[in-house]
């Protein structure tokens, strides 16, 4: 159980404003508040679908419920887990149990009578647990952060990167930090600005915890939908080129599209058997590219559906980037066995091997000036547009384990953010580097 | 001011080292660097014979307690730079603290992985098995520091780690299940261990500098072998780690300890074994890739036992007698005659006594008559076949290994090493660097059955050195010192190996090529040939690397060589080895008795490795002669001789004694019909034939290793319900009793009488008459019987299931 940092964050103090009027009954245990938080960070780890310890789910309202009796503790098998001496009986298994507080809230929401107050009790609880106050990002920051998420502002003039529970906007010419967007996960892993710079998405989480995707309004910075909350991190996100879609994939395997009038959700695919690492759309916006660490790349179609139309499984190690060729007919990708392969979406099979950077090709960007993959060892190489020959390597000099989290493009200027935290800009013309700074402030 | 402080703790000093008695502290001195630099101290107080841990319970007097503390385990925390001394007693410890006033960052090689190691995570069970668990994979126990720190600080960008809030990185919040953590909880918040993961990580989880001092290798303290007796059952133990820079470390905090027998003594993370039970154990300690180990006796006053004294029968018996005097095991005295004949004819011959040769030894009064009976059955043919066929079960000797024309030849070469008496050096050097047609040079085909580089390296560490390196070959051995480089370089001997077909059936031309090299799979790096405490060999262009192995090998203080044969000689009249099971020898894994091993080895290489020389000293000791009648003083010794311990007649003992006893002796294809149970050259003479599955075969139901793997264990030893069937109604048993030209309707038909039947019966099977009350109850069971001819058969069936026959005792 986290004590410190929970009582630090703004989440707990819903819970305890809760708390502190609960003892007088007055007003009845919210499952969806209350209960819902409990249940996804204690027990849903072993609990859900796929993995469901003794067979018990409690991943939804209606599965937790087989354990549970309304209005009757004694009747009730989770009450009694959770709340017994013995040993080899007891709920979390292995671990502390849960704390006073939060067992004298079941206890109290069972005798009420189990009530579920959100709308479809098979809905996923990460789904209806209420939307993360995030903590506030450290004023300066102690250490440098990797730098995994970037996005040039439409008119190229600023860089948006991933903080610390923030999005920090920088001058893209002279590095200056201009603006910090507050309120986010803990860890920023994509970012996408809409064709018409009104809204930037963002797929963060919280490694082992938590997973989002929140699309935030550009120039204010204020939240304007979350439409996805999951138990571990969200990777990527990616508009289609028309900004009329979104979609997004994680740590769960699943690709999903919501429409970006509302930012319901209109498709769900259970698209790979592990994490989905990376999402391209096709220049029509109606396919979807996708790269996993089940070793696979597969192309969806939108339009029909969520059909899978082919799956490639030449990588023989996690997938990390992919991107569609220009004709439409074949995808490119690249990943830990550092190879970059070209194959046809008609067969899903090889066409061509683009390039070996030897060792994890960890991000791959499809640009107009060409395609960028990044290498191990701080080297960024890039292939023709057309023919995808390698045309140049630009390197990142520095640190003992030069390794690069990300890459984008804008115009003439390629950024490369590194794990030791900084932005690099090169110059496309010249492939000299031209400034880099260090994205964290007070750093 | 100091003299004060120093005459005031003095003056403080209660319970402790008891006055004059003299005690020892350990170490002498001292370097402490930085807060984390803890280390534990051990004194010990001389007890004679055995020697008393008082680490806790001694006095720490500390002269500048501004410099440092002691806690009560006897453990120095430092706290401010300078000198000082730490007194115990009237012995000093000088203890220097220095770099306190800056934190020293984490080192992640040397502190980091350890505590990795130390809490479990990187075990083959856990995350440093080969897929790792749940997506997060470490090397074992560390072997692989660059792989780990990738791992850890790189992979998933940057999950495991929080640079910002160290607390939140998911490698402490998963431990301390405040994430729900399959692998449970292995650490504690606010724990040493977690104060320095969240350093490490909060210090920026740096990987060191290239110029960082390694290190080079590790001490336990107390490291020579101390005797504990109970209550003063515990001994505190302490690791000190050496690095290149000259400097030492105590590691005793950051180091792993095992106990290699947790019913003799447990020990703890904080390195404090505490004793359970009496007997032998080892304390194995890690850290790092470095393992030691320490060896303590436990021993215990028993009620009522008083040394008895025995006679020794020779060098053996005073050794054996030596260790149980210590641990107060009773001696178990000299087994009757009948006992003895029995068990010496299956142990040599596998093979029952018959009834005459019993009568004759029972009547002859020559006071060295069991001594002349070893000799005569050392010298007979079935000694030779049985004793052959073991070699055959560790040789591999089948038809699906070498093929049905060697199985003959290479059995015949065996049966002769044996009845020639081969010396073990001739032999081993005989297998080791055969060559030529493996039709015409039998031992050729050691190289067919260990058909690669590999295999025949690793055959030969565990036949000849006892040694099962296999799992060096992708990783540093787990329980032993053996180092992935190690294999490697121990495989450069038998690289060079060729091996030719021809045109002929079951032919292999084997022969040493003059080039050829062995390369390590991650360095890539050209293997020179390396064998332990050798190191690397230079061996001469075009020469046979096997030979300057087994010269090597069979050097006379060559300490793995004559250990290992002399061990499973052992074994295989005992029914346990000294070093158990007989190709297991490592550290962590003791001889029960090192001083009898050594002697024996010693013995062994002293007769020019006269295998029959051993086995006739082993089998005229008390000892071996000892009977497997317990009394409460010694019924619960497992492991030190104390007595003899029964076990069940192996697969091809129990088939010959069925036959010889019912005169239905069972055959077997592609042999002539004489050949025994006990003879055989290999168990797959006749092809596996398909259409016969379902009938179950008899020898291989009690145990009959199939010879295809060179592991002592490939020898079942379990008792089985399929054996029980087997003997109660199988197919077998039932056409060997009942059979009309068995012995048993022989006698019937030739009139011999109830009495006399039932006396043949106990004579054949068990070597002795039936007692008055055993003859009384068959007489019952006959009279009672309504046809004579099925209870007859039935008063055979209960002989040959009573334990009694199916034990060797």
């Known amino acids: 159980m986290r004590r410190g940092g929970f009582l630090k964050s703004g989440r707990w103090l819903a819970g305890a404003l809760m708390l502190s009027t609960g003892s007088a009954a007055a007003e009845p245990v919210s499952f969806a508040r209350g209960i819902a938080p409990i249940f996804q960070r204690q027990c849903v780890g072993c609990h859900k679908a796929g993995k469901a310890k003794g067979k018990y789910r409690l991943d939804t309202y209606s599965h937790a419920m087989k354990e549970l009796v309304a209005g009757n503790l004694e009747e009730s098998e989770l009450y009694y887990r959770i709340t017994t001496d013995d040993e080899d009986d007891r709920m979390p298994v292995d671990a502390n149990p849960l704390s006073k507080q939060e067992i004298e809230l079941i206890r109290k929401w069972i005798e009420e009578g189990a009530k579920y107050d959100a709308e479809d009790p098979e809905t996923l609880l990460s789904s209806i647990v209420p939307m993360e106050e995030h903590p506030a990002a450290p004023e300066s920051y102690p250490r440098s952060l990797p730098v995994t998420a970037m996005v040039f502002s439409n008119d190229g003039q600023k860089l948006f990167t991933g903080g610390y529970h923030e999005i920090l906007v920088w001058n893209s010419a002279d590095g200056t930090l201009l603006r910090r967007i507050a309120n986010n996960g803990q860890r920023t892993y994509d970012l996408a600005l809409s064709p018409d710079g009104r809204f930037l998405a963002v797929a963060s989480g919280a490694p082992g915890q938590l997973g989002e995707i929140r699309i935030f309004e550009t120039s204010g910075g204020s939240v304007v939908a979350a439409p996805f909350r999951g138990d571990d991190v969200a990777l990527a996100v990616a508009f289609d080129p028309k900004g009329e879609r979104l979609a997004f994939g994680g740590a769960d395997g699943m690709l999903r599209v919501v429409n970006t009038k509302e930012w319901k959700e209109e498709l769900v695919v259970r698209a790979h058997s592990d994490w989905v690492n990376a999402i391209a759309w096709d220049s029509a916006g109606h396919r979807i590219a996708t790269a996993s660490r089940d070793k696979s790349a597969k192309v969806f179609d939108v339009a029909a559906g969520g059909k899978r139309l082919t799956t490639f499984s030449g990588h023989s190690e996690t997938v990390r980037g992919v991107g569609f060729h220009r004709n439409g007919n074949e995808v490119i990708s690249c990943g830990d066995h550092g190879l970059v392969l070209r194959w046809k979406i008609s067969n899903g099979k090889k066409s061509g091997d683009l390039a070996k950077v030897g060792g994890p090709a960890l991000r791959m960007l499809c640009s107009e000036s060409g395609y960028f993959v990044a290498g191990p060892k701080g080297q960024t190489v890039q292939l023709n547009l057309d023919d995808q020959k390698r045309e140049r390597e630009l390197v990142v000099a520095g640190e003992r384990l030069p390794a690069i989290g990300e890459v984008v493009e804008h115009g003439s200027r390629l950024a490369v953010g590194t794990f030791d935290g900084r932005v690099v800009f090169f110059d496309l013309e010249t492939g000299r580097r031209v400034r880099e700074f260090v994205a964290a402030p007070g750093l | ?809």
């Not at chain 2, 003056?11 to 803890?38: D, H, K, M």
């Not at chain 2, 939140?168 to 405040?178: A, F, N, W, Y």
């Not at chain 2, 953590?181 to 606010?190: P, Y």
């Not at chain 2, 010269?551 to 074994?571: G, H, S």
Request: proline share 5%.
């Open chain 2, 1 to 809: 001011m100091r003299r004060r402080i120093r005459a005031a703790l003095l003056i403080l000093c209660g319970s402790g080292a008891g006055l004059g008695a003299e005690i020892e502290v350990f170490p002498s001195e001292l370097n402490l660097s930085g807060a984390r630099g803890r280390a534990q101290i051990v004194v010990t107080e001389d007890g004679g014979n055995q020697s008393v841990d008082v680490t806790r319970s001694a006095s720490y007097g500390v002269e500048d307690p501004e410099v440092l503390s002691v806690t009560p385990e006897g453990i120095i925390q430092p706290k401010a730079n300078g000198e000082t001394q730490i007194l115990i007693g009237d012995k000093v410890v000088k203890v220097k603290v220095s770099a306190m006033d800056v934190p020293l960052p984490v080192s992640f090689r040397h502190e980091t992985l350890p505590v990795l190691s130390r809490m479990g995570c990187s075990s083959g069970s856990c995350h440093g098995s080969p897929h790792g668990k749940g997506g997060f994979r470490l090397s074992l126990r560390a072997f692989d520091p660059v792989l780990d720190a990738l791992t850890l600080v790189r992979e998933e960008f940057g999950r495991r780690t929080n640079p910002i809030e160290p607390d939140k990185s998911l490698i402490l919040l998963k431990p301390t299940t405040q994430l729900s953590h399959e692998g449970g909880k292995q650490l504690e918040k606010g724990s040493p261990e977690y104060d320095l993961l969240r350093a490490w990580i909060a210090g920026g989880a740096a990987l060191g500098e290239e110029s960082e001092a390694l290190c080079t290798g590790i001490e336990i303290y107390p490291s020579s072998a101390r005797v504990l007796k109970f209550p003063a059952s515990d001994q505190q133990f302490a690791v000190h780690a050496k690095f290149s820079d000259g400097t030492t470390r105590d590691v005793t905090e950051l180091a792993v300890f095992e106990s290699s027998s947790e019913n003799v003594a447990t020990v703890s993370r904080t390195g404090l074994a505490r004793g359970v039970g009496r007997g032998d154990v080892v304390i194995i300690v890690r850290y790092l890739a470095f393992i030691e180990s320490a060896n303590l006796t436990l021993v215990r006053d028993i009620d009522g036992f008083a040394w008895s004294n025995p006679p020794a029968a020779n060098y053996l018996d005073e050794l054996v007698y030596a260790k149980l005097r210590q641990l107060q095991y009773e001696a178990a005295p000299r087994s009757s005659d009948r006992t003895f004949i029995r068990r010496l004819y299956l142990d040599l011959t596998g093979l029952l006594p018959d009834a005459e040769a019993v009568q004759q030894f029972l009547a002859d009064g020559d006071p060295h008559k069991r001594a002349k009976l070893i000799d005569v059955l050392l010298e007979s043919e079935s000694h030779a076949a049985f004793w052959a066929q073991k070699w055959g079960d560790l040789l591999r000797v089948s038809r699906k290994q070498i093929g049905l024309g060697p199985v003959f030849k290479l059995s015949r070469w065996l049966v002769n090493a044996v009845a020639t008496n081969q010396s073990y050096d001739d032999f081993a050097r005989d297998i080791l660097t055969a060559r030529g047609s493996s039709l015409v040079h039998p031992a050729a085909n050691y190289y067919r059955a260990a058909g690669d580089t590999f295999d025949a390296m690793e055959t030969s560490a565990q036949l000849f050195l006892g040694s099962r390196i296999q799992c060096a070959k992708c990783h540093n051995h787990p329980f032993e010192r053996w180092t992935q480089n190690n294999y490697y370089g121990l495989a450069a001997f038998f690289n060079r190996v060729e091996r030719k077909k021809t045109g002929r059936a079951d032919e292999l031309i084997v022969f040493a090529s003059k080039s050829g090299e062995v390369t390590h799979p991650a360095t890539h790096k050209t293997m020179k040939p390396w064998a332990p405490k050798a190191g690397t060999m230079n061996v001469a262009e075009g020469k046979d690397r096997r030979e300057v192995f087994a010269k090597w090998l069979t050097k006379d203080d060559n300490p793995f060589f004559a250990q290992v044969e002399a061990n499973r000689i052992w074994a295989h009249v005992m029914g346990r080895g000294i070093v158990e099971p007989f190709d297991d020898f490592r550290d962590t894994n003791p001889p029960t008795n090192a001083p009898l091993l050594a002697a024996l080895a010693k013995d062994f290489v002293t007769s020019g490795y006269d295998r029959r020389h051993l086995l006739r000293t082993i089998l005229n000791s008390n000892t071996y002669q000892a009977t497997s009648k317990t009394t409460p003083l010694n019924k619960d010794d497992q492991r030190y001789f104390s007595h003899y311990q029964p076990r069940m007649l192996s697969a091809e003992q129990l088939v010959d004694a069925l036959g010889s006893i019912t005169g239905r002796p069972m055959q077997f294809a592609g042999v002539p019909a004489s050949m025994k149970a006990t003879e055989l050259p290999a168990p797959d003479l006749k092809p596996h034939d398909r259409g016969k599955i379902g009938e179950i075969e008899f020898m291989k139901v009690f145990g009959q290793p199939e010879r295809q793997t060179i592991c002592e264990c490939e020898r079942g030893d379990d008792s089985s319900l399929g054996q029980a069937l087997e003997l109660f109604n199988g197919k077998l048993m039932h056409g060997m009793i009942t059979h009309k030209e068995g012995r048993l309707h022989k006698w019937i038909k030739d009139g011999v009488g109830d009495d006399e039947i039932v006396k043949r019966l106990y004579e054949a099977a068990l070597s002795r008459p039936p007692i008055e009350r055993e003859l009384t109850l068959h007489r019952e069971y006959l009279a009672d019987a309504e046809s004579r001819n099925q209870a007859l058969e039935d008063t055979l069936w209960m002989v040959l299931n009573k334990s009694e026959f199916l034990f060797q005792h």
